[in-house]
Nanobody, 123 residues
Framework: QVQLVESGGGLVQAGGSLRLSCAAS????????MGWYRQAPGKQRELVAT???????NYADSVKGRSTISRDNANNTIYLQMNSLKPEDTAVYSC?????????????????WGQGTQVTVSS
């Protein structure tokens, strides 16, 4: 059974920093990509940052330049370092893992989500 263990959320003042981590386990398939998404109250879930198995990174414009996503492939773990946090960064941050299986010449993807960790930035 796939399990995503998230940690690192909390309460921080504006201008502060947080580091989120997410460890994936429980699947024999290869990981294609992992990432962080967030959902603020009354808003839709949005991408924060993703990182592929090859190391390609993608960031939301709202966090670009303030956040860095990194990956420990040996431990199937990703980290999101967030600096210069703003009150508008307040949200539940959820980890996502995308596994890939190669079958009959086709790639099959399976996605899983963590339970989420609350990040609150006070002004």
């Amino acid at each position: 059974q796939v399990q995503l263990v998230e940690s690192g959320g909390g309460l921080v003042q504006a201008g502060g920093s947080l580091r989120l981590s997410c460890a994936a386990s429980g699947s024999s398939f290869s990981i294609n990509a992992m990432g962080w998404y967030r959902q603020a109250p009354g808003k839709q879930r949005e991408l924060v940052a993703t990182i592929s198995s090859g190391g390609s990174r993608n960031y939301a414009d709202s966090v670009k330049g303030r956040s860095t996503i990194s990956r420990d492939n040996a431990n199937n773990t990703i980290y999101l370092q967030m600096n210069s946090l703003k009150p508008e960064d307040t949200a539940v941050y959820s980890c996502n893992v995308q596994y890939v299986e190669y079958k009959f010449g086709t790639r099959w993807f399976r996605e899983y989500w963590g339970q989420g960790t609350q990040v609150t930035v006070s002004s």
